[in-house]
């Protein structure tokens, strides 16, 4: 209780903070809009190409789109920041984040909430909405759940994601954009349906570090189709199952990674 | 209150050795401390650059986890028990800011309230008091990226003592600051320590802060500790002497040799002499020097702290 009150109270001062300079963080709303709208459009130029691609229809491909992206812009606002804290080893600025009595990672999450990213998460949503729309879904009640849970498991799996790639800057404090390949790159693997990905990509990427669940197999739940790749209709609903496993390892992580922490001189 | 067993903090070190090869090379920064700290005491912590002062202070709040030894304040271990400790201490990095940049001091203020968890009414009782100790009044507005330095460093001090911290940390809280705020800085502190609720440790290269504020002087250099005690002790450990200058009402005679005294200098055509004092009282010498040639004026100066911390500094074999 009296934490939360804590975090509401570093919200505001983000908040606050941030309305500060007016002007420039609407620009940054709609600029950021913008980068997700590319997202979108790039697979739909792609289909201006070809009617079908890996099997799949264009309303079929914007639901796969939809899911990643509404999961990843809320991956991105809420805990993408954490990137930042190769800034933070570097210049030792960390030291007044640990000596406050809160965990140290909500606090940086927190202390620089990118609110500017707000528009991303709700362009995201719509075009899932979109997409559910669009495409001819028989609802179960198994689907209702399937379509409230996949976006937040999304989230949590890309966050956690986030998070063990930035927490190498304890190790490596030049770990520059090496997470990036996993966090970026695998919103961009989610993107499209795993079948246009040659096998052993697939293999690494979709089943080893678990991107086809996240987006991919729900969307076929939801579609009710059967996996061309041959996976059981119930490969759908295990996004969770692979998030969790994903948010454990990232806290591990954070957690061997903050008592490598060294700081800076004086 | 604070307790350290044969504390180490190593850094390791790759050192670039030819073209794509590195060379590791382990580097203690701290190397082996033992320290207690008793309730309400003052302790300055002392050293040359890279001496360990502030990895220890690191290690005594819980950013830095020990490579080996132990480490208890206020009965908690730093780092496993970082968020609990944080309730029970204030730390001020002199070169860090616990602020919000772009907000007001009342507001950050209001933060740390929440932050910490303090009741309304204490937190309301020691802004009170920090405000008029510390001349807040003025500045409480601005935001604090455009407060002076004296001004920000006077808020971080009240930001760390809002929530009533049991030991007060203070790494270089003078560093950078004009002697106005230098002095109502030591001002607050001194008064802080005097009412013997707060244990305070600070670290600091300003050796006024030191006399001014701290009973008790630890000397680090190459991570170890090579002096705990007093400042008086300090002295008389490295043989640091009162010293004896005087106007003489006749020249001093060649060969003149004064007891309990040594001369160390001669100058004005032999009319003004320096004496290092070899014993606590100058009345023998003083005497003697009377009888012999006469004194105009004469003083009795206190050994220089900052010569003895230099020659500490420099000699690389302490004893």
Redesign the interface.
């Given at each position: 209780m009296?934490e939360l009150?804590?975090y509401?109270?570093?919200f505001?001062?983000q908040a606050?903070?941030v309305l500060?300079y007016r002007t420039s963080f609407l620009v940054e709303l709609l600029g950021n809009m913008g980068a997700t709208v590319f997202d979108v459009l790039t697979v739909l130029v792609l289909f201006r190409a070809a009617p079908q691609v890996g099997g799949f229809t264009l309303a079929e491909a914007v639901l796969t789109v939809g899911l990643s992206s509404a999961g990843f812009a809320l991956a991105d606002m809420l805990v993408g920041n954490v990137d930042r804290l190769k800034v933070y080893v570097r210049a030792?600025?960390?030291?007044?984040v640990?000596?406050?009595?809160?965990?140290a990672l909500p606090q940086l999450l927190l202390m620089d909430l990118p609110l500017r990213k707000a528009l991303r998460v709700v362009f995201g949503f719509v075009v899932l909405g979109g997409a559910l729309a669009i495409n001819d879904i028989d609802w179960t009640p198994a689907r209702i759940a399937l379509v409230a849970v996949t976006p937040l498991a999304a989230a949590a799996f890309f966050g956690s994601i986030f998070v063990i790639s930035a927490t190498m800057a304890f190790w490596w404090v030049d770990s520059g954009e090496i997470g990036a390949a996993f966090t970026y790159g695998g919103r961009d693997f989610t993107s499209y349906p795993i079948t246009v990905y040659g096998p052993w990509f697939r293999g690494l990427f979709a089943y080893t570090l678990g991107f086809a669940f996240v987006a991919y197999q729900p969307a076929l739940a939801l579609l009710g189709r059967t996996d061309p790749l041959g996976l059981p209709a119930l490969a759908g609903y295990l996004s969770p199952l692979v998030a969790l496993p994903a948010v454990i390892i990232a806290a591990g992580v954070w957690r061997t990674g903050i008592?490598?922490?060294?700081?800076t001189?004086? | 209150m604070i307790k350290m067993q044969d504390l180490k903090k190593d850094f390791t070190v790759r050192v670039k050795a030819g073209r794509l090869r590195r060379t590791k090379r382990v580097v203690p920064a701290v190397d082996g401390i033992s320290l207690h700290i008793d309730r309400g005491e003052m302790v300055g912590y002392i050293g040359p650059n890279g001496a360990g002062k502030s990895t220890t202070l690191k290690m005594l709040t819980g950013v830095l986890m020990p490579s080996s030894g132990e480490v208890s304040v206020c009965g908690l271990a730093p780092v496993p028990q970082r968020t609990r400790l944080a309730l029970r201490i204030g730390v001020v990095f002199g070169q860090r800011s616990q602020l919000w940049w772009d907000l007001p001091l009342r507001e950050s203020f209001g933060m740390l309230r929440h932050i910490y968890r303090v009741p309304a009414d204490e937190h309301a009782a020691r802004l009170r008091r920090c405000r008029s100790l510390l001349d807040l009044d003025e500045f409480l507005d601005t935001p604090v990226r455009q407060l002076s330095l004296g001004q920000r460093m006077r808020g971080e001090l009240t930001a760390a003592l809002l929530h009533g911290p049991e030991v007060l940390f203070l790494d270089e809280p003078t560093i950078g600051l004009d002697v106005v705020s230098k002095q109502a800085v030591r001002a607050f502190l001194a008064d802080l320590g005097a009412s013997g609720d707060v244990t305070l440790v600070l670290t600091t290269h300003d050796l006024a802060d030191i006399e001014r504020l701290c009973e008790r002087l630890v000397v680090i250099d190459h991570g170890r500790v090579v002096h705990d005690g007093t400042i008086e002790a300090l002295h008389a450990r490295y043989g640091s002497r009162r010293s004896l200058v005087a106007d003489l009402e006749r020249p001093l005679p060649e060969g003149f040799s004064l007891p309990g005294a040594i001369l160390t200098a001669v100058e004005a055509g032999r009319h003004r002499a320096t004496f290092a004092l070899e014993s606590a009282s100058a009345g023998a010498a003083v005497a003697a020097l009377v009888s012999a040639v006469g004194v105009r004026d004469l003083s009795v100066l206190e050994p220089d702290i900052e010569d003895v911390v230099a020659r500490l500094y420099t000699s690389t074999d302490v004893p």
């Open positions: 009296g009150r804590a509401r109270a570093l505001g001062a606050r903070s500060m030792g600025t960390l030291d007044a640990l000596v406050r009595p809160l965990p008592r490598h922490y060294r700081s001189g004086s | -």
